[in-house]
């Protein structure tokens, strides 16, 4: 069984930084690329940053772009994203999703439950 | 203002069938990339519902079937059920902006 787990979401204050983590299972996971999606409360879905196989291409959306930094390291079957410079927009549930192909990028076949990042004074 | 373009909302009965739209454009769904749908019921994280503009993925009810044409897409449900009621989002990959993209999402509602 596929299984993905989002650790590292909490309150964290204007400009300040925090990094997500995401543990997978069930699954080869150097052989698939993974995304970033997140969620404000309420709101619509909004892809976040994506990385390929073995991290040769990388893209983030415009709202984070220069701020958020994507990585993984497959010897532990796990995604990162470090997120810097936060602001009050950024609050949302951050989802770690698979995507179906390894080295472009095509769509989220498993999500994880999510966590919740809040940014608040 | 999402790149993709979603009614907000749509309802229908028991048994009927209804249609979600999701309209692009040339750096989109018109320049041949796929679509792809999900289904968020309350409160849980999206499911992967149709890929590839008319796949579904095991476990998926062919009560749920896709398709697109042009710079637009659509999914349909046919014999709405009670459980269907959950948020649709669609999805593709836009060549302007190097990013996957999303509709606003759809809350569909089980009259």
């Known amino acids: 069984e596929v299984k993905l787990v989002e650790s590292g979401g909490g309150l964290v204050q204007p400009g300040r930084s925090l990094r997500l983590s995401c543990a997978g299972s069930g699954f080869t996971f150097d052989e698939y690329g993974m995304h970033w999606v997140r969620q404000a409360p309420g709101k619509g879905l909004e892809w976040v940053s994506g990385i390929t196989w073995r991290s040769g291409s990388i893209a983030y959306a415009e709202s984070v772009k220069g701020r958020f930094t994507i990585s993984r390291d497959n010897a532990k079957n796990s995604l990162y994203l470090q997120m810097n410079s936060l602001r009050v927009e950024d609050t949302a549930f951050y989802y770690c999703?698979?995507?179906?192909?390894?080295?472009?990028?095509?769509?989220?076949?498993?999500w994880g439950q999510g966590t919740l990042v809040t940014v608040s004074s | 203002q999402s790149v993709l373009t979603q009614p907000p909302s749509v309802s229908g009965a028991p048994g009927q069938r209804v249609t979600i739209s999701c309209t692009g454009s040339s750096s989109n769904i018109g320049a041949g990339y796929d679509v792809h749908w999900y289904q968020q019921l309350p409160g849980t994280a999206p499911k992967l519902l149709i890929y590839d503009n008319i796949n579904r993925p095991s476990g998926v009810p062919d009560r749920f079937s896709g398709s697109k044409s042009g710079t637009s897409a659509s999914l349909a449900i046919s014999g709405l059920q009670a459980e269907d009621e959950a948020d649709y989002y669609c999805?593709?990959?836009?060549?302007?902006?190097?990013?996957?993209?999303f509709g606003g999402g759809t809350k569909l509602t089980v009259l």
């Open positions: 999703a698979r995507d179906s192909y390894k080295s472009s990028w095509r769509n989220f076949d498993y």
């Open positions: 999805q593709s990959y836009d060549s302007s902006l190097n990013a996957l993209v």
